[in-house]
């Protein structure tokens, strides 16, 4: 079972930075893919950028260019950077991992742990 923890939320303004951090901890295994979700107010939860443990990272078409995900394998630890905030991007954010057996998708089914996720409030 893989715990995730995710920190460095809050309320920011227009055109600011976000960090996110997920702490890791548990059973990892493989080349276990990594993931950022978002889920907004009355919206689906929404693929932002995935990993893989020892492959590649990929972003969502719509943020490519503002988004970039990495992993720190000493703390074990995935982090999430966005530039350019607009309200938009107003969501809670969930760190997820994956089966080791699959590949990296934007489907959120694909992933078997989450976090309790993060809340973001960006503000005009």
């Known amino acids: 079972q893989v715990r995730l923890v995710e920190s460095g939320g809050g309320s920011l303004q227009t055109g600011g930075s976000l960090k996110l951090s997920c702490a890791v901890s548990?059973?990892?295994?493989?080349?276990?893919?990594m993931a950022w979700f978002r889920q907004g107010s009355g919206k689906e939860r929404e693929g932002i950028a995935t990993i893989e443990m020892y492959g590649g990272a990929t972003s969502a078409y719509s943020l490519k260019g503002r988004v970039k995900i990495s992993h720190d394998d000493a703390t074990n630890t995935l982090y999430l950077t966005l530039h350019g905030l607009h309200p938009g991007d107003t969501a809670m954010y969930y760190c997820?991992?994956?089966?080791?057996?699959?590949?990296?998708?934007?489907?959120?089914?694909?992933?078997?742990?989450w976090g309790r996720g993060t809340q973001v409030t960006v503000s005009s």
């Open positions: 548990g059973y990892t295994s493989g080349n276990m893919c």
């Open positions: 997820a991992s994956g089966d080791p057996r699959r590949p990296c998708s934007f489907v959120s089914g694909d992933y078997v742990s």
